[in-house]
Every structure is written in structure tokens, then in C-alpha cells.
């Protein structure tokens, strides 16, 4: 039980996919200007991520190494059409706002990501749980932003707009890598120019 | 047969079996939604005629004419845009134009936002007063120019058309 919590907070906290990694962050700017529309976003990329996670899982000894990729895209894909189909009959009002994202989520590099790093090298139930802290980090990231975003949008118009999603995402990086920093107690090391870049391994950026 | 061919062969087919796994599943989905997808998607075209018309019109009555009711004549055209047809409905009343609306469309999602009520489409037709184009001085709108001009042009083509409409309206 404990293995399990230990496994899921590992990949919803500290591997976060959005914040810890710098993934799917293209969807987290477009969509987020609202809670509902994060909401509806992080809904469908989790049930594709679980999804294709078990998916994989259960096919890792049956599918050479050579066309794994194509197999895992292939996956992902039909998951995303159906989470798609599904959206446009029974949750048509939120489809509309967010049709467009909800068919990129195939091409989010995040799920892509844990199939490749995860979900082929281990059994169903470790690598579906990785997928569902995977999941509940990218929403908790979207939901954030979501909230802060519609928040300030009143105020400040900026916030709703695409700029704004960048600085209100930098700043709550910025807030996330303090709070961090001094629970970790790492020895501040004075970086020539102040870099704005990460050291830290596996924080790489992409869309 | 050498290892190299059967490692292939072993690809193609653990990749064409999960397709064949995939595309059935894709075909099982579609035939349990596709009935409620076209009922949201016309219910969705209703809605607009609704907001722009104020009744409930079903589309091409007679050639163009949609709804002619009490001075109000609303006029569908159908042009292309970047994704195909789309349908474009102008209402008039009393000989003014006094709305443009796309209720069906397959532009590019995040593109076609300029046909939200609340965005560029809205002020088409307060714009517009007279018969011709004027009022509104837009060629296109920037990121979008294929379907603001679909719909300008359909704009021009249901403001000739109007000419011919109202007397048989009237009738």
C-alpha cells in the first residue's frame, strides 16, 4: 500500500509532467483559461494516459522493439478518437470549447513519454498506476493555472490571453521550484549571470 | 529464412493485428455515438438560427430562403471555406441586415472562433446597413482569411440575393 502511494506521488510530484519535466505544456496554455476547460482537458489526456499505459503494459513482451513507437502511437490514437467520439455525443457542450486539444491530445509528447519510459518496462498494475499519478499531476498543473488564470482574468484581461498564460505559468514554476528548493535544503550555489535555465536533469522544455 | 525477415515479419504483423484490434474498436465507438453526434451537432445548428433569427427555422426552405416572418427574411448561402462548404445564414429585417451566422462548418477548430457570436462574426451586420458590402471595411481577417472571406463573400451573395427574396416573401 504504501509502495503504491510512494509510486503514484512520485509521478503526480516529483516527476510532475508538467512542472518537473516541461511537457504537454502546449495544451496547458491554450486551454486553461478557464477551470471547466482544464477540467475537460485533464479528464480526457488521464483517461487516454491510463488507458494506453495498461494497453502497453499488457502488449511489452508481445511487441518487438522495433516497432514499438508505431504501437504505442497507434494506441494512443484509437484512445484519443474514442475519448473524442465519446466527448462530441455525451459532453457536447464542453467539446465545442475544447474540440480542438481534445484531438491533440495524441500528439502530447508527455503520454508518448511514459509509454516509452514507463509503461513498456513494467507489468499492468505498477505502469497503470504511473499512468493515473501521471495523470493527476498534469490536472493538478492544469487545474492550477486553470483556476489562477480565471481568477485574475476579471482584473487583469491579459491572464485569459495566451501571454498571460505564460507568465502566470512561470510564475507558479517559479513559486513550485522555491517551495521545493527549501525543503530539499540544497546548498545555494551562485550561478554566473543569474541563468534563468534549470541544472536540474530531465528538465528539458517541450511543447 | 534469415533472422533479419522473420523480425520483420514479426512487426508487421503484431503492428497490422493491433490495427485490425484498433480499427474495430474505432468502428464499435463510432456506431455507438455517431446517432447523438448528429443529433448535438443539429441541435447546435438550431441554437444559432435561433440566437440569429428568434424562431425555430429548419434550414433552405425555398432555394435560399430559410424563415420569412413578420419584415424578418433570413437567407442561407453556402460557400467555401478552407475546410469545404459551410453553410451562411443572413437575416434581415424590415431590408436591413442585421446578422450573419455560420451554423455549419468544417474550418479548422481554433481558426473558426471568429464565428462565435461574441467575436468577429457579431458585428457583420450592424455594420451593414445598405445593400452593398460597405459599412464593414475588412478584407479578411488576420489567421483566418479563408473563412472570413467565405463568409464576406457570402455575405455580398446573400445581400444581391435579398433583392429576389423579399418580394416572394412578401407574397
Keep these: 500500500m504504501v509502495r503504491t502511494l510512494k509510486l503514484v506521488k512520485a509521478a503526480a510530484v516529483e516527476r510532475n509532467a508538467a512542472w518537473a519535466q516541461g511537457l504537454g505544456l502546449c495544451p496547458l496554455f491554450a486551454v486553461t483559461t478557464s477551470i471547466e476547460n482544464a477540467a475537460a482537458l485533464a479528464a480526457a489526456s488521464g483517461v487516454v494516459l491510463v488507458g494506453a499505459a495498461a494497453a502497453v503494459a499488457a502488449l511489452r513482451s508481445l511487441v518487438p522493439a522495433d516497432v514499438r513507437l508505431p504501437c504505442f502511437v497507434l494506441i494512443i490514437a484509437t484512445l484519443t478518437a474514442s475519448v473524442t467520439m465519446l466527448a462530441e455525443a455525451f459532453a457536447f457542450d464542453v467539446y465545442t470549447r475544447v474540440a480542438l486539444f481534445l484531438q491533440l491530445v495524441v500528439t502530447n509528447c508527455m503520454i508518448l513519454g511514459r509509454m516509452e519510459q514507463f509503461a513498456s518496462r513494467n507489468p499492468v498494475p505498477r505502469a497503470t498506476l504511473d499512468a493515473l499519478g501521471t495523470a493527476l499531476g498534469f490536472a493538478f498543473a492544469l487545474l492550477a493555472l486553470g483556476a489562477v488564470r480565471e481568477a485574475l482574468a476579471g482584473a487583469v484581461p491579459l491572464a485569459a490571453l495566451a501571454p498571460g498564460g505564460f507568465i502566470v505559468a512561470g510564475l507558479l514554476l517559479a513559486l513550485g521550484r522555491a517551495a521545493t528548493a527549501r525543503t530539499r535544503r540544497e546548498p545555494r550555489r551562485a550561478r554566473p549571470g543569474g541563468g534563468a535555465s534549470s541544472t536540474r536533469p530531465g528538465s528539458q522544455a517541450s511543447a | ?171
Excluded: K
Design chain 2, 1 to 171: 529464412m534469415p533472422a533479419a525477415l522473420t523480425a520483420a515479419l514479426r512487426g508487421a504483423l503484431v503492428l497490422g493485428g493491433l490495427m485490425a484490434v484498433a480499427g474495430l474498436g474505432l468502428a464499435l465507438v463510432n456506431a455507438g455515438t455517431a446517432t447523438r453526434i448528429e443529433e448535438n451537432r443539429r441541435a447546435a445548428r438550431q441554437a444559432v438560427l435561433r440566437e440569429l433569427t428568434g424562431l425555430d427555422v429548419e434550414m433552405a426552405t425555398h432555394q435560399n430562403v430559410v424563415a420569412c416572418e413578420q419584415g424578418l427574411v433570413a437567407l442561407a448561402m453556402v460557400e467555401r471555406g478552407y475546410g469545404g462548404a459551410m453553410d451562411v445564414v443572413a437575416a434581415f429585417r424590415n431590408g436591413r441586415l442585421v446578422g450573419v451566422r455560420v451554423p455549419r462548418h468544417t474550418e479548422t477548430p481554433g481558426f473558426a472562433d471568429i464565428l462565435a457570436p461574441a467575436d468577429w462574426i457579431g458585428g457583420l451586420g450592424a455594420a451593414a446597413g445598405g445593400t452593398a458590402l460597405g459599412g464593414a471595411d475588412i478584407d479578411a481577417v488576420t489567421g483566418a482569411t479563408i473563412t472570413s472571406r467565405a463568409v464576406l463573400r457570402a455575405r455580398a451573395a446573400a445581400i444581391d440575393r435579398y433583392g429576389e427574396a423579399a418580394p416572394w416573401c412578401e407574397r
